[in-house]
């Protein structure tokens, strides 16, 4: 499995990383991604009782937008920036911190799915 270095294929490999195990039965939410930058774009992840998509652009209404930079967003997946600290000093917004955490916990994180 090849290891995606550009935010773009990082967002689409989440699609691989998901844990739906993790998820509550009947969870549903949307989550729109802006990243900024060469290689980035605009994303929606849908979850829907244990299934995701995935699409490029804005889809449906979010339950929460998350906003960085490419640079940003590389880093925080591949665990070279602390995720809580590049909020703190607000590399990365978040509409809605709950539905974030959520989220978060749903995934394989690069540096460990990607061995």
Not at 85 to 96: E, H, I, Y
Request: proline letters at 3%; a negative charge.
């Amino acid at each position: 499995m090849e290891k995606p270095s550009a935010a773009r294929d990082i967002i689409l490999s989440l699609k691989e990383r998901f844990r739906p195990e993790k998820a509550d039965p009947g969870y549903e939410a949307v989550f729109h991604l802006d990243i900024s930058g060469d290689r980035g774009g605009q994303y929606t992840v849908s979850i829907n009782d244990g299934t995701i998509t995935v699409e490029e652009g804005h889809s449906s209404e979010a339950t929460c937008t998350i906003s960085a930079s490419d640079d940003t967003y590389e880093d925080v997946e591949w665990g070279r920036t602390n995720p809580q600290m590049a909020f703190l000093f607000g590399k990365v917004k978040v509409s809605d911190i709950g539905a974030m955490l959520d989220f978060a916990g749903l995934f394989h994180r690069c540096e460990d799915f990607y061995k």
